[in-house]
């Protein structure tokens, strides 16, 4: 068996089929597994004498050494970047795992327990939006440039902290009343809810009452509501261009800015971790604490719609005073 017919198996088996049936995680997967095939179809299809390996048989990958691993490493480091390179490492090092348990001809992985260099580790991402940015980008999902599914999208992000394919992912079902069932996080934190502060729970009734019957989606790709919206790279560079930002701020930033925010109001850190879905660090907590924290929740989500309303207030179209944001 070749590399490239290994990798053909490789992506019918854990590429090319989601397992979740839910079609947000089904987006969500088939972007992510686009990445990975881009990875290692074009990065890793030839090796650093220009050799296609997709044409070598499976076991010549087994018998590449540590240090020809580490020389094709410092060689795309030249040209791809530490966060690239380190995907890279990371998709084939898995695909070769499997290799070695569902195929034969291949003995070993030389990627497996690789330690990077001096240079090689990646600086966590730390990007927060500035008032200034928030407030520019609010403007823009006001205008009618932007789509208006994507722009509720967003402002929901900013109001409760929730996950890209969470907010997208939202059936008519999920909401009631002032709380968001979120069943598709993402972590150990499992399901929760998510209370909505006054202009959070506007931006989805006026999203439902667009959308009338159309479809389970509250935030949907057409009018049939058949689908999430899932036309963010789009969207997210227009908005950024409208917002005429000088930087990338996606909407996992918009995550860290919450639970930024929510510390600077003095948010106690457990009710933000329950709040945004990051899973509890202590077991025991988890399993015997059955506090849902409701309250604590939606106390913290009305202090942060106030903190946005803030900084939002001098944004074309805003109401003056009192942290009100329009909707």
């Known amino acids: ?17 989601p397992k979740s049936n839910d079609a947000p995680d089904v987006a969500e997967a088939k972007r992510r597994n686009a990445g990975s095939r881009r990875y290692l179809t074009t ?3 030839t090796d650093a004498a220009g050799t ?26 030249a040209s791809k970047g530490v966060p690239t390179v380190n995907r890279c490492t990371s998709y084939f090092s898995a695909f070769l795992t499997w290799a070695m348990d569902e195929l034969e001809g291949l003995e070993s992985n030389p990627l497996a327990g690789l330690r990077r260099e001096a240079g090689e ?24 440039e932007i789509a208006v ?16 394919s969470e907010i997208a992912g939202l059936k008519v079902t999920d909401v009631q009343g002032d709380l968001i069932h979120v069943s598709r996080a993402k972590t150990d934190a499992g399901r929760r809810c998510v209370p909505m502060s006054d202009p959070a729970r506007q931006i989805v009734e006026n999203a439902i009452a667009d959308k009338g019957d159309a479809g389970p989606y ?11 919206f899932g ?6 560079s227009k908005l950024h261009e409208l917002a005429g930002l000088q930087r990338d701020v996606t909407l996992h930033d918009l995550r860290r800015g919450v639970v930024t925010r929510l510390a600077a109001l ?27 924290y409701l309250r604590e929740m939606r106390a913290a989500v009305d202090a942060l719609a106030e903190d946005v309303g803030r900084v939002v207030s001098n944004s074309a179209g805003a109401t003056q005073g009192g942290g009100r944001i329009p909707v």
């Open 218 to 228: 509250i935030f949907a790709t057409s009018t049939r509501g058949a689908r999430p």
């Open 1 to 17: 068996m070749t590399v490239g017919e290994a990798l053909a198996a490789y992506f019918r088996a854990r590429i090319d089929e």
């Open 121 to 144: 580790q990646e600086a966590p991402r730390e990007v927060v939006a500035s008032p200034e940015e928030l407030r520019a980008m609010w403007k823009a999902t006001g205008g009618a």
């Open 43 to 45: 990065l890793f299809a």
């Open 266 to 292: 003095g948010i106690d850190r457990t009710v933000v971790k329950l709040l945004v879905g990051h899973a509890r660090g202590d077991a025991n907590a988890r399993v015997y604490d059955q506090h849902t």
């Open 231 to 236: 036309n963010f790279s789009k969207q997210a």
């Open 149 to 164: 599914d994507f722009a509720r999208i967003w402002r929901l992000a900013v109001l409760t902290g929730m996950r890209r």
């Open 52 to 77: 296609d390996l997709r044409g070598l048989p499976l076991g010549y990958v087994g018998r590449l050494t540590r240090a020809d691993v580490r020389d094709r490493r410092r060689k795309l480091l």
